[in-house]
T-cell receptor, first 117, second 115 residues
Framework: AQKITQTQPGMFVQEKEAVTLDCTYD???????LFWYKQPSSGEMIFLIY??????QNATEGRYSLNFQKARKSANLVISASQLGDSAMYFC??????????????FGQGTELSVKP | ETGVTQTPRHLVMGMTNKKSLKCEQH?????MYWYKQSAKKPLELMFV???????ENNSVPSRFSPECPNSSHLFLHLHTLQPEDSALYLC??????????????FGPGTRLTVL
């Protein structure tokens, strides 16, 4: 079964420090995509970063990087130099191969990050 | 306007009302999606449209009726809803619905309350 697990319901981080949000996934597919989204209290789901299952290098986008460990089936999000505006819910998601569930985007339960001044 | 827009942002309706949610994407994408996000639950995919054709319907009750008149617009028609349908309804779009490398971009959502 395809599944995403985020084991940290809530986290705190001091402003300007780095934080790692955990994500593990379960799939039997060889080809899949991994995504992280940020959802502020306003509700909009904001795309942050993408990692393909065949990508050898970890994805980076500005202050966001994805620590991809394929053998462990983990895709942790690292936010460097946290800012107050980073306070939000963060969702890890996986898109399996089309031939498995039609390529449906599967979301984890989310981690609520609070950045302290 | 850029990205994905949704109207209204907030909606309160009675169980006997009929209302519609609107979504518009300005990204030139071929696929559009409706998701439901209830409190304390992961996002649930409701419908997928590709080039105005419905390609997925995830056992959604018939009181939710989607419509996709063209690849830029998506509607969700609501009628005789139940209080448990109160949720955040998110619209998304992407280039190709079948591609696992394809990123979905979301709108701001409509927060629906059913009284």
């Amino acid at each position: 079964a395809q599944k995403i697990t985020q084991t940290q319901p809530g986290m705190f981080v001091q402003e300007k420090e780095a934080v790692t949000l955990d994500c593990t996934y379960d799939t039997s597919d060889q080809s899949y995509g991994l995504f992280w989204y940020k959802q502020p209290s306003s509700g909009e789901m904001i795309f942050l970063i993408y990692q393909g299952s065949y990508d050898e290098q970890n994805a980076t986008e500005g202050r966001y990087s994805l620590n991809f460990q394929k053998a462990r089936k983990s895709a942790n999000l690292v936010i460097s130099a946290s800012q107050l505006g980073d306070s939000a819910m963060y969702f890890c998601a996986m898109r399996p191969n089309f031939y498995n569930q039609g390529g449906k985007l599967i979301f984890g339960q989310g981690t609520e990050l609070s950045v302290k001044p | 306007e850029t990205g994905v827009t949704q109207t209204p942002r907030h909606l309160v309706m009675g169980m006997t009302n009929k209302k519609s949610l609107k979504c518009e994407q300005h990204l030139g994408h071929n696929a559009m999606y409706w998701y439901k996000q209830s409190a304390k639950k992961p996002l649930e995919l409701m419908f997928v449209y590709s080039l105005e054709e419905r390609v997925e319907n995830n056992s959604v009750p018939s009181r939710f009726s989607p419509e996709c008149p063209n690849s830029s617009h998506l509607f969700l028609h609501l009628h005789t809803l139940q209080p448990e349908d109160s949720a955040l309804y998110l619209c998304a779009s992407s280039q190709d619905w079948w591609d696992h490398t394809d990123t979905q971009y979301f709108g701001p959502g409509t927060r629906l309350t059913v009284l």
